[in-house]
């Protein structure tokens, strides 16, 4: 009964998000798989699982301890903190912080953790605006 009452909740939140994702207003320069479009697929998928959820729930579902359950919940405020903090922290710096949170709370050792998050927040930094010519967050410090 949990998974439906889940499933019915995502379903709401799905076509909310496919209403907001309506309200985009496009520019007359603009991709075919744009600002609208993505949205849309994205909001489709949603749903999709969602009904999914609601027709065929699992019979005895497995749910996470305390503990997970508050990792989920820590990992999901850094992912908010990551958003907020792109346009005043830049993009390199804020995917560095959140790449090695998630890293080590995933098991890697704080080392590792570290040196991953250089090399992903770097690697995407070159590809998207070296190789790709796309814009990211600056941030205060201009990268």
């Known amino acids: 009964m949990n998974e439906r009452i889940f499933g019915i909740f995502s379903l709401i939140i799905a076509c909310s998000y ?6 985009t207003q496009l ?6 798989v744009g600002p609208k479009i993505f949205p849309y697929m994205i909001g489709f998928f949603f749903i999709i699982s969602s009904i ?6 699992e ?3 497995k749910w996470p301890s305390l503990y ?3 990792e ?4 999901t405020i850094v992912l908010i903190v990551y958003a907020y903090s792109l346009p005043t922290v830049g993009f390199v710096i804020s995917t560095l912080i959140a790449t090695f949170i998630l890293s080590w709370r995933l098991g890697a050792k ?3 953790a570290l040196i991953f998050g250089l090399v992903v927040s770097f690697t995407i930094y070159f590809l998207f605006h070296n190789v790709l010519g796309l814009s990211l967050a600056e941030g ?3 990268f």
């Open 18 to 23: 496919i209403y907001v994702a309506s309200l």
């Open 27 to 32: 520019s007359f320069i603009s991709d075919p």
């Open 52 to 57: 999914f959820l609601i027709i065929k729930p």
């Open 59 to 61: 019979l005895n579902p």
């Open 68 to 70: 997970r359950f508050l």
């Open 72 to 75: 989920i919940v820590f990992i």
């Open 110 to 112: 704080i080392l590792e």
């Open 140 to 142: 205060i410090w201009g």
